[in-house]
């Protein structure tokens, strides 16, 4: 008996199996990319005047984005045969999520000493004044300490906690309600039914969404290029390129060597999760490809605990991204103001980034909430240094945001290989074809 895809799979999320190059949302979604910049580059006003388009379609996949997360995690929890499996899945996800932000702070750390890109800019911290969004920033990072995150887990209200889109909250709470469901037995198995069915409503809604994604990343991408311009991007361009070259390295070589441990191609991945990379690119929010995700790991043939349970939780935990970003910033604030850090006071930031790296996930500004909270810890390097790449900042948000999509898409399949649930022969054959398989109902 061939089993039906369960909601949250590739055929409830409208992904694009057979279609035409010309019809699937890679195509557009890239059209419209490179039309937003055009309209920015020569039309400036008009692509300021475009921003609530990319604004709007961002809000709406984030108005999904906390049910999702909600639904995938119950839904995960209850079709597992024990609650000491999803134990084990959390603690090997929680593992690695470290390791990753380690290598990741790491690697970044390297390259900044190795290129040196604040070297010669010579900024006498007096002369930084903070202003407008930047000091609100710097404001909230001052005011952050390393143990928030942990203060932060549990919501005064779950309502409240939906009603914000914090996603650390909401993932709380869902293991919570999963883990209770699952031990009250048969009593919650209407429930665990509900909870698909309701998965399938709302990644029906999903579906209509995601047909606006070129319009909101044309207008996304219009508003970047006509507010900050190409020019911009010349001022800090190594540091910015620095960044680029230290993310696809990190994509390429580190997840790509720990792919290779478990027999997965790293481009063939990265070709296979095109679509959601575009729509990253043009949105700047690794949020807005998160349910697509799910979907295109349940069609890799992941178990769906080991999804719902490392996909939503990466998202507060493996921000590799942004960890690089971290390291990069604040040495090159480091540089730029001459102020000089020996190793062992690298090393002492790289221990306080691992805790304020974890500190800002669902906040508006995360990056540089976390990269404030960093420099107010440790005193050393001035906070006020942020004023020197604020401008230059969306433009890497984009970086941040795909690489931490990359980051959690490897995660999940590592975990799922470390629990010996990753049929490496069904997820080559997918990668290479380019089709996901249907999904097999849980339990089956």
């Known amino acids: 008996m061939t089993a039906t895809a369960p909601p949250g799979s590739i055929a409830s999320s409208g992904a694009p199996v057979s279609e035409p190059w010309y019809r699937q949302l890679y195509f557009w979604v890239l059209t419209a990319i490179g039309c937003g910049v055009l309209t920015g580059w020569l039309w400036p006003r008009t692509g300021i005047a475009l921003e609530p388009v990319g604004t709007t379609f961002v809000s ?263 960890s690089i970003y971290l390291s990069l910033a604040t040495l090159y604030i480091a540089q730029a103001t001459d102020t000089e850090l020996t190793l062992t006071r690298q090393l002492g930031l790289l221990a306080v980034m691992i805790l304020t790296s974890k500190g800002s996930g669902g906040v508006t500004g995360a990056g540089f909430i976390a990269l404030a909270a960093t420099l107010s810890t440790v005193g050393t390097v001035p906070a006020a240094g942020v004023m020197l790449i604020f401008g230059i900042d969306k433009f890497m948000s984009e970086c941040r945001a795909l690489t931490t999509l990359a980051g959690n898409g490897v995660a999940t399949l590592v975990v799922a290989r470390w629990e010996r649930a990753l049929d490496v022969a069904r997820v080559d054959r997918v990668l290479r074809s380019g089709v996901p398989e249907p999904v097999e109902a849980p339990g089956r």
């Open 60 to 322: 709406a996949v984030k108005m999904l984005i906390t049910p999702i997360v909600f639904l995938t995690i119950v839904a995960g929890i209850g079709g597992v045969d024990s609650l000491r499996r999803v134990g084990r899945v959390g603690l090997k996800s929680l593992v690695y999520f470290q390791v990753g932000t380690l290598v990741a702070l790491a690697v970044g750390l390297a390259a900044v000493n190795l290129f040196q890109p604040g070297a010669g800019v010579h900024v006498h911290p007096g002369d930084l004044h903070l202003s407008g969004d930047a000091a609100r920033y710097v404001k909230d990072g001052a005011h952050q300490s390393w143990w928030d995150f942990l203060t932060g887990l549990v919501p005064s209200s779950v309502v409240g906690a939906f009603a914000d889109g914090n996603i650390l909250q909401v993932i709380f709470f869902a293991v919570l309600f999963g883990v209770a469901l699952k031990s009250v037995g048969a009593v919650g198995a209407p429930i665990v039914e509900g909870v698909n069915r309701l998965s399938a409503v709302v990644f029906k809604i999903l579906r209509y969404i995601m047909l606006a994604a070129p319009v909101g990343a044309f207008g996304a991408m219009a508003f970047t290029v006509g507010k900050y311009g190409i020019s911009t991007l010349a001022g800090l361009g190594r540091l910015i390129g620095l960044f680029y070259g230290t993310s696809l390295f990190f994509v390429v070589v580190v997840l790509g060597g720990v792919l290779a441990l478990i027999k997965v191609n790293v481009f063939r991945l990265l070709r296979y999760l095109r679509e959601e990379f575009l729509i990253v690119l043009g949105t700047s929010s690794s949020e807005s490809a998160l349910p697509r995700l799910v979907a295109k790991l349940e069609g890799l043939g992941v178990r769906r605990d080991i999804v719902g349970l490392t996909v939503p939780t990466g998202y507060s935990f493996n921000l590799d991204g942004s």
